[in-house]
């Protein structure tokens, strides 16, 4: 057993239901046939029912739903703004993410550490300044921003879902900031 399995999802004492709705287990089985395993942000949020369905629903419409960007640009965004924020659970379970569906791992290091130096094309870069400024400095963020956007591609519903991921991650890396919340050891050795 290594150290990342011995220490608990959180900081906080929080007790999910016991045993689980048959829902809450039938999703939780569904994770381990489809990635391994269940990841610890949804055991962090399974003490609440209600917010682990709000959680997992708002998730999944976001990173998994039909949208104009691909499910790699939704986790590079994942990533970078996690990058900025400095959180560990998230760079390192859409880190792996990054290395699985670009089957690249050294751009998913890349994108992690310096995104800048992972020699992306300029539609991609246009993207990733947008979301870098709506993540430093959301205040900042005018029409000439959006204009941008629209002129390396992108159309105003793909705009919309580039914020809407940005920000869900903003929030996301707080609060597995202000709980400790710790990543599945199984991520680190993913698409290696």
């Known amino acids: 057993m290594d150290h990342q399995e011995k220490r608990p999802v959180t900081a906080l004492d929080l007790v999910p239901q ?34 682990l369905e709000a959680f997992s629903t708002f998730y999944n419409e976001l990173m998994l739903a039909p949208s104009e960007l691909s499910k790699l640009d939704r986790e590079i965004i994942a990533v970078v703004v996690s990058a900025i924020n400095h959180c560990h659970y998230c760079l390192t379970a859409h880190g792996a993410a990054v290395r699985q569906l670009s089957g690249d791992p050294g751009f998913g290091e890349e994108i992690a550490q310096n995104w800048r130096a992972a020699g992306l094309d300029a539609q991609r870069t246009a993207m990733l300044d947008f979301v870098v400024k709506l993540t430093e400095r959301p205040d900042t963020i005018v029409e000439a921003d959006r204009q941008k956007l629209r002129d390396a591609g992108y159309s105003d519903r793909a705009i ?23 990543p599945n050891g199984e991520y680190h050795s993913m698409a290696r």
């Not at 048959?22 to 942000?41: D, I, M, S």
């Not at 869900?168 to 919340?181: G, I, K, L, Q």
């Open 18 to 51: 016991s045993p689980p709705s048959e829902r809450t287990a039938a999703y939780f089985a569904k994770c381990v046939e489809k990635l391994g395993l269940v990841p610890n942000v949804l055991r962090a949020y399974a003490f609440d029912e209600a917010k």
């Open 160 to 182: 919309f879902d580039i914020a809407s991921v940005a920000a869900f991650f903003a929030m996301s890396n707080r609060v597995a900031a202000a709980t400790d919340m710790r």
